[in-house]
């Protein structure tokens, strides 16, 4: 049996097109945020690190500007 993979945080960033406009927000583990830090450094903007869970991070790349949460919808437009 595979031992499962330990990760001990997660990242939300903002994700560069071209380096230079900004894209939508995107998640990963933290080992795999500095290896891009080191690579190309300040390429993407940090939106939030040291996240303990997976799920979490991906809600706050929803709900960060420029991620995918929809709009609150009013009662009245509901019925």
């Not at 595979?2 to 406009?21: C, F, I, Q």
């Not at 933290?30 to 903007?45: C, F, K, Y």
């Amino acid at each position: 049996m595979r031992k499962a993979k330990v990760v001990e945080a997660w990242v939300v960033y903002k994700m560069s097109l071209n380096g230079k406009a900004p894209g939508p927000n995107a998640v990963c583990e933290q080992g795999e945020w500095e290896a891009m830090e080191l690579a190309e450094p300040g390429r993407h903007a940090l939106i939030r690190s040291g996240i303990t869970n997976e799920a979490e991070a991906e809600r706050v790349a929803r709900e960060a500007d420029g991620g995918t949460a929809p709009g609150k919808v009013s009662l009245r437009r509901r019925l």
